[in-house]
């Protein structure tokens, strides 16, 4: 039995282009074939399902949260959680490729809901907290094997707290056939058979790209370039992870193209931005 705040998200054609004009277009409707996406927004005018399913920390129940109107249904996510915090078991991902992020241990759930203060928010926008100490993971690989990629990755990383901490900073990464592939999203370090760190500097919510159209690689910050150089890509394998252990901070949005994106990358950054205020 589905709790409060599950369901099926069905859109007139009317909310839909409602919602696309407030929010700069339905995301993957124009730039279709991301490998993963993972959004408290909608990225999809086709996608059905829901955007996060949450534990209550006072009984753990679950539920459901789907997005209304394009947006997570924060009404129904206050109601399942109450006065109890809340923490995200499974991530969704609208992809068609079905590549959920989860974690079903309680203690290394991040925060979507504070009992107290309520949605958890970044920028004005509800976002999801790690406090150093989370994880999840996805439920299958993604397949990129030597070739070329694109991670839009919309994050704000409290910097200071993790360096006290003794952190690595670690945003996503994966390991697994020997190969490493790994996206630090706080110092912008990219390892694999080799190493390139471009320092991101901001601790606001930003949108950090990494475009590899093998052998350039790209990175950006905001839109502005922050690194280009010649890399040699690995394979992209094994037990991915959205959040990892030594991240404090918020992440709303991760999206992985296994392919070239690089012409779209100003029109993808910016719709980004059109909902989110960034910059």
């Known amino acids: ?6 369901g099926i998200n069905r859109l007139s054609a009317a909310e839909s282009a409602s919602i696309a004009a407030r929010s700069g277009g339905y ?14 927004r909608q990225l999809s005018s086709s996608y059905s399902s829901n955007a996060i399913k949450v ?8 539920s459901d949260i789907r997005l ?6 924060t009404t129904g996510l206050a109601n399942h959680c109450g006065s109890s915090d809340g923490f995200i078991s499974v991530w969704y991902d609208q992809s068609s490729d079905s590549n959920n992020a989860t974690q079903t241990t309680a203690a290394a759930q991040p925060k979507i809901y504070d009992g107290t203060t309520g949605v958890v928010t970044e ?16 439920s ?8 070329d990629y694109f991670v839009v990755d919309v994050t704000q990383r409290d910097r200071s707290a993790e360096t006290a901490a003794g952190g690595q900073h670690h945003g996503w990464q994966s390991f697994g056939g020997g190969d ?31 475009d590899l159209a093998s052998p350039n690689l790209a990175v950006y910050e905001n839109g502005a370039s922050h690194l280009t150089s010649t890399y040699a890509q690995v394979t992209m394998q094994g037990n991915i992870k959205l959040f990892f252990t030594a991240m404090i901070g918020h992440r709303s949005e991760l999206i992985i193209y296994a392919s070239d994106q690089s012409t779209n990358r100003t029109n993808i950054e910016d719709n980004i931005n059109t909902f989110y205020s960034i910059f």
């Not at 039995?1 to 599950?6: A, D, P, Q, T």
């Not at 995301?27 to 408290?40: E, F, K, N, P, V």
């Not at 299958?140 to 070739?147: A, F, G, H, K, L």
Request: hydrophobic share 35%; glycine share 8%; proline share 2%.
């Open 140 to 147: 299958s690989d993604i397949s990129v094997t030597d070739s």
């Open 27 to 40: 995301l993957l409707d124009t730039y279709s074939g991301a490998a993963a996406a993972y959004s408290l």
């Open 68 to 73: 209304v109107n394009g947006e997570l249904d």
């Open 123 to 138: 920028n004005g926008k509800p976002s999801i907290y790690s406090d150093g100490t989370k994880q999840m993971s996805l």
């Open 1 to 6: 039995m589905l709790g409060l705040g599950s």
């Open 55 to 62: 534990r209550r920390a006072s009984d753990n129940a679950e």
């Open 180 to 210: 490493l592939l790994m996206f630090d999203t706080n110092a912008g370090a990219i390892y694999s058979a080799g190493y390139k760190n471009p320092s991101f500097s901001s601790s606001d919510l930003t949108i950090k790209t990494f």
